[in-house]
């Protein structure tokens, strides 16, 4: 009798883990497990630079570490987290009080690849004359290379300043870029309505 009794107890058993199996699958089918799951499960997988990295590219880029650079990047890091890629590039500005800028670079994937960026858009400037300036842009969220092609407009109010060193934030459908410039690029980059960014040269600034 006694054995009758642990036989039952065990096919109960078995009998609940299949039961629990089944609900498990079965709200693995519907969706519903996959939207409990904490957040950074998916992300692991889309890791990005981290702030020790990014700031060392950064002062190899501008060939400089400064205060300000460092601030301007730890603002970044928690403010939006971890860039998938960033752009090393170069513009030309120049404006009386509104002109144009062009500019160009490469963009770094994190997951690997290097493509080539052009870049221009309405700019306001503080003082006469043409500047040519560096500039470090952070990329956050962007699904591949090809999605950086378009028209990102400025976030108003977004200009943060400290010790030579300035950055603001453009932002389109979930992709934010940070541009970082130091010295003179601050001049020619601190009110910008919008910057259009393409695969090849072009003198139309819209």
């Known amino acids: 009798m006694k054995h009758s009794h642990q036989a039952a107890a065990a096919r109960g058993v078995v009998l609940s883990r299949r039961q629990v199996l089944g609900q498990v699958l079965g709200q693995l089918g519907s969706g519903a497990l996959v939207a409990t799951l904490p957040a950074w499960s998916f992300a692991a997988g889309d890791d990005g630079f981290d702030q020790e990295s990014t700031l ?100 108003d109010g977004s200009l943060y300043y400290v010790g030579g060193a300035g950055i603001n934030y453009q932002r389109l459908d979930g992709v934010t870029l940070a541009p970082i410039r130091l010295g003179v690029g601050l001049r020619v980059g601190a009110n910008v309505g919008y910057v259009h960014y393409r695969p090849e040269k072009s003198i139309n600034p819209l």
């Open 56 to 155: 060392k590219a950064a002062s190899d880029f501008f060939g400089q570490t400064t205060e300000g650079l460092a601030k301007v990047i730890e603002k970044a890091f928690r403010e939006q987290g971890r860039p998938n890629a960033y752009i090393r590039g170069e513009e030309v500005a120049g404006a009386v009080t509104v002109g144009l800028r062009y500019g160009e670079g490469e963009l770094m994937m994190k997951r690997g690849g290097m493509r080539k960026v052009f870049w221009a858009g309405p700019s306001i400037g503080f003082d006469t004359g043409v500047n040519a300036s560096k500039v470090f842009v952070l990329v956050y969220h962007l699904p591949g290379a090809e999605a950086i092609f378009r028209r990102f407009p400025g976030v």
